[in-house]
């Protein structure tokens, strides 16, 4: 489908033509896959003689070669200006306009529970299961389920505990399971309760709530129609918290350097596997860089963009580091926090993250904005 879309316009099975393309959540079949990205592509006008950047998600189970291939394929057969690759973990966050939860994501073939941790994922605590939609008709199957979500969480930072407990995410094919909401939010809460580390912690009551709706079916690829529409817009890598949600690539470093820099630091590609992104559990803290002046006065004068529109006037938008406001206590917030800011006219608005600024208004983006500063009370610049 097209970035920026709420679904996608061609949906393609799992199976094609009784040839398994995945097994146990692994791709098997590349040449099918790569005939069927190529009829997918030519039926929304995508073709090598009209190249389009590509977004896409990788299989849950992954190597660094599946994924090099997947860089050849887009730049060589489709001819791509560029392509972003992410896990459909992420996606799935990004569609749900998270940033922590518990993603259950369920295929055909395989089960995958991801714990992700302010757009990091935690790699020791990921379960990869070989059950696919059939088998989770079954309940001591989905026991295995259970089983893995109450890993995800006590195997993460217990400071998160709660934080992944409230958001439990199921996507794919499971979402067409009846009753895997109560099921879920019934067996994690029993199994949390009667886990003696849970209950060394002092906490006598557990909340858990499970977000299952249709509409979680396809949000890897609502999560990815937002971060390409990102794309589209920033024409970089879009980051949270000096986190790269993915591995993004150009043409001109594929011709360059070949498939093998999307693992460079430049492109990100490491976050896309376990063994070549470590995860510090521990929260980092925040480096303390100096402003520096990127403006003048005369600049805070509103100025028209040759672009026609109804968002017209010129606005610029990027990574500044600002530091906490309130009084300087014990109890104070005074450290530094990298945050996007965007400025239009006087307005300078500041947000957590870069996601979620796309195809809105200005009226829109400073009403969601964590913060806004208007320039022309400032007293230097």
């Not at 992954?62 to 291939?69: E, F, G, L, S, V």
């Not at 995860?279 to 026609?308: C, G, W, Y």
Request: with cysteine; hydrophobic share 40%; proline share 5%.
């Amino acid at each position: 489908g097209k970035c920026g879309e709420d679904e996608p316009i061609v949906s393609i099975p799992t199976s094609v033509s009784g040839d398994v393309v995945y097994k146990t959540g692994e791709l098997k079949d590349w040449d099918t896959v790569k005939q069927t990205w190529k009829n997918g592509l030519q039926h929304i006008g995508v073709t090598p003689q009209t190249p389009r950047s590509i977004a896409i998600t990788i299989p849950m189970v992954c190597t660094q070669h599946d994924i090099q291939r997947v860089v050849d394929i887009v730049f060589s057969e489709f001819k791509a200006p560029s392509l972003f690759i992410t896990n459909p973990w992420i996606s799935t966050l990004m569609a749900n306009g998270s940033e922590t939860g518990v993603i259950v994501y369920m295929g055909d073939t395989a089960t995958c529970v991801v714990p992700v941790l302010g757009v990091r994922v935690i790699h020791k605590a990921i379960s990869h299961l070989s059950l696919g939609y059939n088998d989770l008709f079954e309940e001591n199957n989905v026991d295995s389920v259970y089983l893995a979500i109450h890993k995800a969480v006590t195997s993460s930072p217990e400071h998160a505990w709660e934080r992944l407990w409230d958001r439990i995410i199921v996507a794919g094919s499971g979402v067409l399971i009846p009753g895997i909401v109560e099921k879920l939010e019934e067996r994690v809460s029993h199994l949390a309760l009667a886990d003696q580390h849970v209950q060394a912690s002092g906490r006598k009551d557990v909340t858990v709530q499970v977000d299952c709706s249709v509409e979680c079916r396809s949000s890897a690829w609502v999560g990815l129609s937002i971060v390409g529409a990102l794309l589209v817009s920033l024409q970089e890598n879009p980051v949270i918290e000096e986190q790269p949600i993915g591995a993004f690539m150009t043409a001109e470093q594929y011709a360059k350097h070949g498939s093998v820099y999307i693992f460079s630091s430049e492109c990100d590609g490491c976050t896309l596997l376990p063994d070549m992104n470590p995860i510090d559990e521990a929260e980092a803290r925040e480096p303390v860089h100096p402003l520096s002046n990127v403006s003048s006065r005369d600049s805070l004068n509103p100025a028209e963009s040759s672009n026609a529109g109804p968002y017209a006037m010129e606005y610029h938008q990027g990574w500044l580091t600002k530091r906490g406001g309130g009084m300087k206590t014990i109890m104070s917030r005074k450290n530094w926090k990298r945050r996007w800011f965007v400025l239009q006219g006087a307005q300078f608005t500041y947000h957590k993250s870069n996601v979620h600024i796309v195809s809105h208004s200005p009226a829109v983006v400073r009403q969601h904005a964590l913060g806004v500063i208007n320039l022309l009370d400032a007293t230097a610049i």
